[in-house]
């Protein structure tokens, strides 16, 4: 199964494609769509949204997962991280995928074992976990960690949701 990562922001919208086989993971391909800061908002979230568009027709993946964001200091940043997210939630859910969400500390937590973990631990257990996957900006790294991250939850989820149906059915 083919899973998107993606790691919302205004600037710069990381992603990482990877592909699950049982417990095996692989890369596919990772990325950053970035939007023209000289645009206004509502052009910078197509451009976002196109980006987006873009790498799922190409990539193809069976579901999607975005990382949650903390509320900064500056509201005026918030709320417009808050925007790129509703583009990183909307575009994979308006193709038809499933969307998950997960909080940073739990993305952390899942990759290194940490969910204070700094973001080069981060760009190194994704590299370990994933052979082959150059990684070349943080972006992209914490993209990749969170498709990691749904990868692992999925499967505990989906052996909780098989051991409820067989003891229901019991």
């Not at 575009?91 to 973990?117: C, D, F, M, Q, W």
Request: net charge positive; hydrophobic share 50%; proline share 4%.
């Amino acid at each position: 199964m083919r899973l998107i990562g993606i790691d919302p922001g205004l600037g710069a919208t990381g992603w990482g494609v990877i592909e699950m086989d049982g417990n095996r993971l692989s890369h596919i391909a990772d990325g950053v769509i970035t939007s023209d800061a000289k645009l206004a908002l509502p052009q910078r979230l197509v451009q976002l949204a196109e980006g987006l568009e873009a790498v799922i027709a190409a990539h193809r993946p069976a579901e999607a997962a975005v990382e949650e964001t903390f509320v900064n200091r500056n509201a005026v940043s918030t709320l417009r991280l808050g925007q790129a997210r509703g583009i990183a939630l909307l575009i994979p859910a308006r193709v038809g995928l499933p969307v998950a969400e997960y909080l940073p500390n739990l993305v952390k937590k899942t990759v290194v074992g940490s969910g204070h973990a700094a973001k080069e631990q981060v760009q190194m257990m994704v590299r370990r976990l994933l052979p082959g996957a150059l990684v070349r900006t943080a972006d992209a790294a914490d993209a990749l960690a969170v498709a990691i991250c749904h990868a692992h939850h999925r499967q505990t989820a989906n052996r909780i949701r098989t051991a409820l149906a067989v003891e229901a059915a019991q």
